[in-house]
């Protein structure tokens, strides 16, 4: 079992950044795909980065490459979500998920954290 909570959101200006914290507990956090998802309002749930569970792989949606970075610390059961020169677009709750296996599928995850909203202003 493994339980998931998101911080970290807020409201910024486009251009501005914000980190994303996803703090996880259960003993086997380490060895659990983890990924962010974002859903605005009406619209599906959509990704945004996946990092194995080792941190040597990452993958990211093209709407946010080369802006957003995905991070973990298994030391200490903690994803991060780095968002530098936001964009009105990238408004919406964001979401820390873990799956057994490397997949940007959401169905395929296991876990889901409440959420956490982002905003940016225009």
């Known amino acids: 079992q493994v339980q998931l909570v998101e911080s970290g959101g807020g409201l910024v200006q486009a251009g501005g950044s914000l980190r994303l914290s996803c703090a996880a507990s259960g003993r086997t956090f380490s060895t659990y795909t983890m990924g962010w998802f974002r859903q605005a309002p009406g619209k599906e749930r959509d990704f945004v980065a996946l990092i194995r569970w080792s941190g040597g792989s990452t993958v990211y949606a093209d709407s946010v490459k080369g802006r957003f970075t995905i991070s973990r610390d298994n030391a200490k059961n903690a994803v991060y979500l780095q968002m530098n020169s936001l964009k009105p677009e990238d408004t919406a709750v964001y979401y820390c998920?873990?799956?057994?296996?490397?997949?940007?599928?959401?169905?395929?995850?296991?876990?889901w954290g409440q959420g956490t909203q982002v905003t940016v202003s225009s």
């Open positions: 998920a873990a799956a057994k296996t490397f997949t940007s599928y959401p169905a395929r995850y296991d876990y």
